[in-house]
């Protein structure tokens, strides 16, 4: 339990929780381009084999990224809901939406997950 006692604290852990959202759409984001690069080298390759095993790893590589900054989401998520219940009530301004954050958070891995689906399947 927190007892500073000031509304600054949950506001860091916002402002933390919204840094790790930005990483994370960053990392599907590049996971994204890596996973599309495939569509790249069929349109330019020369070497049907090469090619055909450089589209399969940008294929795994991007989609891996975008696992990645999913599990960090979520993570993230846990981690700021778990610092949120050690703050005391003085802590927390009156009707602020303490959630708001956690929100985003969720449905941006919703989003990440369902991408990665789609690029899976």
Not at 112 to 121: D, I
């Amino acid at each position: 339990m927190s007892d500073l006692n000031d509304p600054r604290v949950l506001l860091a852990a916002e402002r933390t929780l919204l840094a790790w959202n930005r990483t994370c759409l960053a990392l599907m984001g590049f996971g994204f381009v890596i996973e599309r690069f495939g569509l790249f080298l069929e349109a330019f390759g020369k070497s049907a084999t090469a090619d055909a095993a450089l589209q399969q790893a940008s294929h795994v590589i991007g989609i891996g990224f975008l696992l990645l900054g999913v599990v960090l989401a979520l993570l993230s998520t846990l981690q700021f809901r778990a610092l949120v219940k050690t703050l005391s009530p003085r802590e927390i301004p009156r009707g602020y939406w303490v959630q708001l954050s956690v929100f985003a958070n969720l449905i941006m891995a919703a989003l990440g997950l369902s991408v990665a689906v789609y690029l899976a399947l």
